[in-house]
T-cell receptor, first 111, second 116 residues
């Protein structure tokens, strides 16, 4: 299966701290994407990193990709209560014609 | 307009009912998707339409019937559902279909479906 595995499954930190989530996948990819989902709502795209890129930044987000280890990480710096959500990685596999989501990390930011 | 609009937001139906979920986007995207999501689980792909043609059916039971009347609209017709079909149904769109090195998906807010 191409599906990504994420860890941790749940993460609870204090506001202002940094949060790191990891994603591993199994097959070759075109790109890897991260999405956020607030409870019971649709997913919102955060960042896309292509297979030939190693690191990407967007505001307080930093994503790394290691294709040799088939893994990615999402770092959220200076977390805020509004960052409380589930975070999913998703892989766009070569020839797969579909985006497949990892199991997700539930992030809770405590005020 | 960067929105994907889904209606209804909530739906309760009996196992003998027929209902439809609707999805609309006006971003000129040529790929549209239906995902099913159970609580605390990731979205699971059901169907992909690319250029208004069904390109992927993830072995979804025939009680779910997708339809793409035009490039902006996507429907999911429901008939004789089971209680285990209760879930959040998400519609999404992208410029071109995934697997081509395409970009991001835009998701609607979903329809929370309860089958009694």
């Amino acid at each position: 299966s191409q599906q990504g595995e994420e860890d941790p499954q749940a993460l609870s930190i204090q506001e202002g701290e940094n949060a790191t989530m990891n994603c591993s996948y199994k097959t070759s990819i075109n790109n890897l994407q991260w999405y956020r989902q607030n409870s019971g709502r649709g997913l919102v795209h955060l960042i896309l990193i292509r297979s030939n890129e190693r690191e990407k930044h967007s505001g307080r987000l930093r994503v790394t990709l290691d294709t040799s280890k088939k893994s990615s990480s999402l770092l959220i710096t200076a977390s805020r209560a509004a960052d409380t959500a589930s975070y999913f990685c998703a892989t766009d596999g070569k020839g797969a014609q579909k985006l497949v989501f990892g199991q997700g990390t539930r992030l809770t930011i405590n005020p | 307009d960067t929105e994907v609009t889904q209606t209804p937001k909530h739906l309760v139906m009996g196992m003998t009912n027929k209902k439809s979920l609707k999805c609309e986007q006006h971003m000129g995207h040529r790929a549209m998707y239906w995902y099913k999501q159970k609580a605390k689980k990731p979205p699971e792909l059901m169907f992909v339409y690319s250029y208004e043609k069904l390109s992927i059916n993830e072995s979804v039971p025939s009680r779910f019937s997708p339809e793409c009347p035009n490039s902006s609209l996507l429907n999911l017709h429901l008939h004789a559902l089971q209680p285990e079909d209760s879930a959040l149904y998400l519609c999404a769109s992208s410029q071109v279909a995934a697997g081509t090195g395409s970009g991001k998906l835009f998701f609607g807010s979903g329809t929370q479906l309860s089958v009694l």
